[in-house]
């Protein structure tokens, strides 16, 4: 079975500073999805960024990127620029090509974001 | 386009009733999975639904059941409810084949038992 694994409970960050948040995982397939996922006070889950594992290149979106590494099974997120909406708890999440649609997700990183 | 919209928000239940939770799907998604999630964990995969059939399920007991309607709309239903199913419940719609895209959540129900 997939798991997924966020080893920092919690990361402060100042205002306009860059944080990494880590993500590890444990798969034996060779194609999947990994994702990244921030839940604000509002509950709903908001796709921050996907990566599709069959490409080398991490992905980007604005101030968002990934630090993908495949033989090490990490899918780290880094934040630029934070900002105060920022603030929330940020999951990472695998899906299987093979088992499904399911989503199978971390225990989550609390952000703070300093002014 | 509209999202995904769940009811209710909060709900308050006994230990032992039933209760059952909605999803709307977003427009042109014909698949609706639901998570469970407790409080400071990530969401855990109840089961799934496509063309009302459930074709995928988590390691949840069969008190956890669902149904899906022609308009892709969703319930999920909890029978003899128990204090550790006090959670956030989500609903998530996606587009079957979508592979990389198309996982659109919900705001959540939150539903605490007492």
């Known amino acids: 079975a997939q798991t997924v694994t966020q080893s920092q409970p919690e990361m402060s960050v100042q205002e306009a500073e860059t944080v990494t948040l880590s993500c590890t995982y444990d798969t034996s397939e060779s194609d999947y999805y990994l994702f990244w996922y921030k839940q604000p006070p509002s509950r709903q889950m908001i796709l921050v960024i996907r990566?599709?594992?069959?490409?080398?290149q991490n992905a980007t979106e604005n101030r968002f990127s990934v630090n993908f590494q495949k033989a090490a099974k990490s899918f780290s997120l880094k934040i630029s620029d934070s900002q105060l909406g920022d603030a929330a708890m940020y999951f990472c999440a695998y899906r299987s090509l093979e088992y499904g649609n399911k989503l199978v997700f971390g225990a989550g990183t609390i952000l703070r974001v300093k002014s | 386009e509209t999202g995904v919209t769940q009811s209710p928000t909060h709900l308050i239940k006994t230990r032992g009733q039933q209760v059952t939770l909605r999803c709307s799907s977003q427009?042109?998604?014909?698949?609706v999975s639901w998570y469970q999630q407790a409080l400071g964990q990530g969401p855990q995969f109840i089961f799934q639904?496509?063309?009302?059939?459930?074709?995928g399920r988590g390691n949840f007991p069969p008190r956890f059941s669902g149904l899906q309607f022609p308009n892709y709309s969703s319930e999920l239903n909890v029978n003899a409810l128990e204090l550790d199913d006090s959670a956030l419940y989500l609903c998530a719609s996606s587009l079957s084949g979508a592979g990389l895209y198309g996982y659109t959540f919900g705001s959540g129900t939150r539903l605490t038992v007492v």
């Open positions: 990566q599709e594992a069959y490409k080398q």
């Open positions: 639904y496509y063309r009302e059939e459930e074709n």
């Open positions: 427009s042109g998604h014909n698949t």
